[in-house]
């Protein structure tokens, strides 16, 4: 596959004021949105645009013999997938038939400040039967996704891939196969909200079903099995026992594109009978690696490549500490398809995680001290059920600052016995330090007890989230900022 290089010219496109309020259509009603508006960041254009429209809707989704009924982009699970070039304007003419308010934020996509769709700090929510018309460049190519900043919603089907490709890759591969991983209740078991009510209840000695109460400190069960036990497990939207099916031949080279959309499960994922290749995270190159397994935490990304075998190769993603599997089939030959319980051996030998991974040629931040570093300390409770960020949640939260061309340092600090994938907005941050080997990522797991610090540079003005992509977490208050001063 050859793709030839366009050209690319430098420029301003558009302003924080006129791109947020002047375009926000009319039955949307612009949120408290601070007065403060900033400057989008300098973006290589190819000066061409790509228009979409979106709508997310109650709809029915089949899960694999099984209809739910479900929130959704559309309607499908994952929802209506958007693709775009490096470089291209997009317009996103978004309108919300859901019965309440709705955003979108637009998770990887380092663009503008008045677009990243967090409701009262970048982008007015979109009250139910609203619209809003989204209009940004996107600065960097990956396999990115999409979902509403209303972190319950993301528990239902409200999530789709956002591909953005890259003008210079050579794109080694035949065949382009996207998995989005989920764990899945919404119309099989609790609805998010009871399960967050039940959380909330007294550490769950309401007795309701559904809930891990491990995940703190109430022993039980693994520290990582999250706070929530899910009925389903999905992938595409399908279960295990009527998966998804990727029809190649033998020898083709497959772009997986792994995306984990779920609210409260880390997964770890393999291919039967393959190595799979990593050469990306979170939209980046990574220097590539072979691995049998892979761990992937919510909200994170990876691209692996495999040449395929002659046969039927089940693809796994083995919920951390929560029983089931969710998983797709490769096809290449004959061959029966294996049990949907099946796990590959490849699953038994300890995944590959981010400390395995280097920066991809080019891809580290240019070496330099920072000029401010922010310590950023995770902590919560069961009981209350309450997850924190610098000891508060977020209604107290005060926020982490950075002058915009400064270089910055968190330094991550988790005090609890659960990872927590923590996620940084309008930004990349370098694991470790800037200049040095980690890779480049949006989202980093957080290990239980553990530390992590990662670098980044303060090139796009604005006020950033920065979260817990648990979504229960992130409802229960584990979310700061990171606020450009002046
Ligand atoms: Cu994908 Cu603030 O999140
Ligand atoms: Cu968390």
């Given at each position: 596959m050859k793709v030839t290089r366009r050209q690319f010219s430098y420029g301003f496109l558009g302003t924080g004021v006129t791109l947020g309020l002047?375009?926000?259509?009319?039955n949307s009603t612009p949120g408290p949105i601070g007065t403060t508006t900033f400057s989008p960041k300098p973006v290589a254009t190819t000066g061409r645009v790509r228009k979409f429209a979106l709508e997310a809707r109650p709809t029915q989704v089949d899960l694999g013999g099984r209809v739910v009924d479900t929130w959704a982009y559309g309607d499908s699970i994952p929802g209506t997938l958007l693709r775009a070039t490096a470089g291209d304007r997009v317009q996103v003419a978004f309108k919300n038939s859901l019965p309440m308010p709705t955003s979108v934020h637009w998770h990887g996509l380092a663009i503008q400040n008045s677009m990243d769709g967090v409701p009262g700090v970048t982008t007015p929510e979109t009250p139910a039967g609203g619209t809003f018309d989204f209009d940004f460049v996107i600065p960097d190519a990956g396999t990115h996704w999409f979902h509403p900043h209303h972190p319950l919603q993301l528990d239902r089907g409200l999530y789709a891939p956002f591909i953005v490709d890259d003008p210079h890759e050579p794109g080694a591969y035949d065949i382009e196969w996207i998995l989005v991983l989920d764990d899945w209740t919404d119309g099989v078991g609790m609805s998010p909200d009871q399960i967050l009510a039940g959380l909330q209840a007294k550490g769950g000695s309401s007795g309701m079903g559904g809930m891990n109460m491990g995940g703190m400190n109430m022993g039980g069960m693994g520290a990582d099995g999250g706070d929530v036990t899910y009925p389903l497990y999905l992938i595409n939207g399908r279960a295990p026992s009527d998966p998804q099916t990727l029809a190649a031949k033998p020898g083709q080279r497959v772009r997986m594109r792994i995306i984990n959309s779920s609210a409260d499960t880390i997964f770890t994922v393999a291919l039967a009978g393959h190595d799979l290749q990593i050469t990306h995270t979170d939209g980046y190159p990574v220097s590539p690696v072979s691995a049998a397994s892979l761990r992937i935490g919510m909200g994170e990304r990876y691209d692996a490549i495999v040449t395929l075998k002659d046969g039927v190769f089940p693809f796994v993603a083995e919920p951390l500490g929560k029983l089931g599997i969710a998983r797709a089939l490769v096809r290449t030959g004959g061959g029966a398809v294996p049990a949907a319980s099946f796990t590959p051996s490849e699953l038994t030998g300890d995944p590959l995680t981010v400390t395995s991974l280097t920066a991809g040629t080019?891809?580290?931040?240019?070496?330099r001290e920072p000029d401010t570093v922010q310590d950023l300390a995770l902590g919560g409770t069961m009981s209350p059920y309450e997850w924190t960020i610098n000891g508060t949640t977020y209604d107290n939260t005060a926020p982490l600052t950075i002058r915009a061309g400064q270089a910055g340092r968190l330094r991550i600090t988790n005090a609890t016995m659960m990872s927590h994938p923590i996620h940084l907005h309008g930004h990349t941050f370098q694991i470790g330090?800037?200049?040095?080997?980690g890779p480049r990522k949006d989202t980093v797991l957080v290990p239980p007890m553990g530390a992590v610090n990662v670098d980044l540079v303060a090139d796009n003005p604005g006020k950033w989230m920065v979260h817990c992509h648990n979504a229960y977490h992130a409802e229960a208050g584990m979310m700061t900022r990171l606020d450009y001063t002046t």
């Open positions: 002047a375009a926000c259509s009319s080019g891809t580290a931040l240019p070496a330090a800037a200049g040095g080997t």
